[in-house]
């Protein structure tokens, strides 16, 4: 079983919709990581966060550490939204750069 | 203010030559991270320097594979003698001295070996 699970895999959505991917985690964290990737192949840091919520623009990041969850939504999706989202963590007690990543959830925002 | 270059974004290389993949953090990040992604794969962490130190090397391969980060230039991730399942994106990421500081991610180098 991977450390971090995330779900769905694959995700298809029309214009407008509201968007969740989930993330969960089985090893003690310091940080978790949301990323983009873009259909070029960049990636972009959306969010890092160890309590609580975020929210930056249509993205909402939440995370509960009792759980060992982490949510990350999309209001008002858009298809430049379209990308492979990707959880990461890092550990407590690791070094900061030896992120733990999650398989990616491919998301498709459809006009 | 330039993101986090990485260069060459594409590198072709024959079966027993040598990669050299180069970083350039953002202005003021003294942590470089490189990671790798191989085809179909998610991304594995790699190694983790600071300025001429080696800070955690745990996911490198333990022959063929080497990191600098010279107190002048860019980072470097060198692939000795490459084989074809060196295959795939490297990617740098850089970010600021301190604990929990966010990762700032460059385009990535997608090396083909042929």
């Known amino acids: 079983k991977n450390e971090v699970e995330q779900s769905p895999q694959n995700l298809t959505a029309q214009e407008g919709e509201f968007i969740t991917i989930n993330c969960s985690y089985s090893?003690?964290?310091?940080?978790l990581h949301w990323l983009q990737q873009h259909p070029g192949g960049g990636i972009v840091s959306l969010f890092m966060?160890?309590?609580g919520k975020k929210k930056h623009g249509r993205l909402i990041a939440t995370i509960n550490i009792q759980e060992k969850h982490s949510s990350l939504h999309i209001t008002a999706s858009h298809p430049r939204d379209s990308a492979v989202y990707i959880c990461?963590?890092?550990?407590?007690?690791?070094?900061?750069?030896?992120?733990?990543f999650g398989k990616g959830t491919k998301l498709s925002v459809k006009p | 203010n330039a993101g986090v270059m990485q260069n060459p974004r594409h590198l072709v290389r024959r079966r027993g030559q040598e990669a050299r993949l180069r970083c350039s953090p953002m202005?003021?990040?003294?942590?470089v991270y490189w990671y790798r992604q191989l085809p179909e794969e998610g991304l594995k962490f790699m190694v983790y320097?600071?300025?001429?130190?080696?800070?955690?090397e745990s996911g490198m391969p333990k022959e063929r594979f080497s990191a600098e980060f010279p107190k002048e230039g860019p980072s470097i991730l060198r692939i000795q003698q490459v084989v074809r399942g060196d295959s795939a994106a490297y990617f740098c990421?850089?970010?600021?001295?301190?604990?929990?500081?966010?990762?700032?991610f460059g385009d990535g180098t997608r090396l083909s070996i042929l």
């Open positions: 990421a850089s970010s600021r001295q301190g604990a929990n500081q966010p990762q700032h």
């Open positions: 202005k003021g990040h003294s942590h």
């Open positions: 320097l600071q300025k001429e130190n080696i800070i955690d």
């Open positions: 990461a963590v890092s550990t407590y007690g690791g070094s900061q750069g030896n992120l733990i």
């Open positions: 966060l160890s309590s």
């Open positions: 090893v003690g964290i310091s940080a």
